[in-house]
């Protein structure tokens, strides 16, 4: 059976960035599950599986797709319970949720004014025009006047942080001894910025930082198949 992940990369198609996908790629290696990477760009996602999606991951296993980052980690728990699981259980399920509702709300935002001239350098011409037309469209703003104002979201970014380094002092991961899907959701929004901008936003002896290493070295170090920017 060919199982095969839908990601978003650039002109450079062995560089995946999306914070959604990362977090697909984490959970298919945490349930050891063999794959395959279709790298698109955003233009070209309409047109995965006759139309199947407009974002992307997407996930074909089998004769069974299924959209979004959340719904994917739940498919494969109820699909391989014999292998490690993503939640721990309906309290880890809730948890996750907590912790991407935070991410999105609180990390995301920083990213994308932090990287978003960055991605826009990733991209190919096509994806380029695109790019820049929906975001500025969303954002009500040039992309150059979005990336001024992150210079202020870097000063800022470690402080968003804090819970995470306070939760950070008595256990090693967010699952507690070892990741759960919690840990790969904020995994994603931070190595969405380590595969575009590349930007120092910690100090190496953060201990969000020592964790965001850990998280790189998991798996075999499935995070770092993509180098920094």
């Known amino acids: 059976?060919?199982?095969?992940?839908?990601?978003?990369?650039?002109?450079?198609?062995?560089?995946?960035?999306?914070?959604?996908?990362?977090k697909t790629v984490m959970s298919l290696a945490h349930k050891g599950l063999d794959y395959q990477t279709v790298c698109v760009g955003f233009t070209e996602i309409p047109a995965i599986e006759n139309g199947a999606t407009a974002t992307v991951p997407l996930l074909r296993d089998g004769d069974r797709l299924v959209r979004d980052s959340f719904d994917i980690a739940?498919?494969?728990?109820?699909?391989?319970?014999?292998?490690?699981?993503?939640?721990?259980?309906e309290g880890g399920k809730a948890m996750a949720r907590f912790i991407e509702a935070w991410s999105q709300s609180t990390l995301h935002m920083a990213v994308t004014r932090i990287a978003i001239l960055d991605i826009h350098d990733l991209l190919g011409p096509v994806d380029r025009d695109y790019f820049r037309r929906s975001r500025e469209g969303r954002l009500g703003?040039?992309?150059?006047?979005?990336?001024?104002?992150?210079?202020?979201?870097?000063?800022?970014?470690?402080?968003?942080?804090?819970?995470l380094r306070n939760m950070l002092k008595v256990q090693p991961f967010i699952g507690g001894d070892g990741p759960l899907f919690a840990d790969y959701i904020v995994f994603g929004a931070l190595q969405w910025l380590r595969t575009t901008a590349g930007t120092k936003v910690l100090e190496a002896d953060d201990p969000v930082a020592l964790w965001f290493e850990r998280c790189l070295d998991l798996h075999d170090g499935a995070g770092r198949r993509v180098t920094a920017a």
């Open 1 to 22: 059976m060919t199982r095969l992940l839908y990601a978003l990369a650039g002109a450079d198609k062995a560089r995946q960035f999306s914070p959604h996908v990362w």
């Open 74 to 89: 739940l498919y494969l728990d109820e699909a391989y319970p014999d292998r490690p699981t993503l939640f721990g259980g």
């Open 141 to 163: 703003a040039s992309l150059e006047d979005i990336a001024a104002a992150g210079k202020q979201e870097i000063e800022g970014f470690a402080k968003k942080l804090q819970p």
